[in-house]
């Protein structure tokens, strides 16, 4: 039997690296990144693709009980990558023809993964193309 207290403290990790385990699930995703320029008095919106290897699921009851009252019934998903997606809260993305906003973004990459977690943003926000 292996004991804990002969680790040094530098080596004694909380949380395994996660990026063995993720690439089991992973599957080929498609997320159209909207981005805003300001022309003006005019705002364009531009959609841009990002094709990368990542899990789609759905958030767990446990975490949706946390959420604000209001935003229980709206469609919660965490979406994990093993690259950064760049995405940052309040960010607006397409997936499989509906739109979501990033709500939180977290950096494990120590642990072998980026997580996000979006929920389905409100029908007739955003560019046309989404529409």
Known sequence: M????ALKLNQVSQMPNMANTLSGWLTKLTFGVVTKEQ???YTKETV???SFMGVWQP???DRLRI?????RDWKWYWVHSQIDLGLKDDDTIIFNGKQYRVMANKDW???GY???EVIEDFVGAGPEESK
């Open 2 to 5: 292996f004991n804990a207290s």
């Open 39 to 41: 022309l003006g008095f």
């Open 48 to 50: 841009n693709n990002i």
């Open 59 to 61: 958030l767990d009851n």
């Open 67 to 71: 959420k604000p009252e209001g935003q």
């Open 109 to 111: 990459h120590l642990n």
């Open 114 to 116: 980026y997580e996000y």
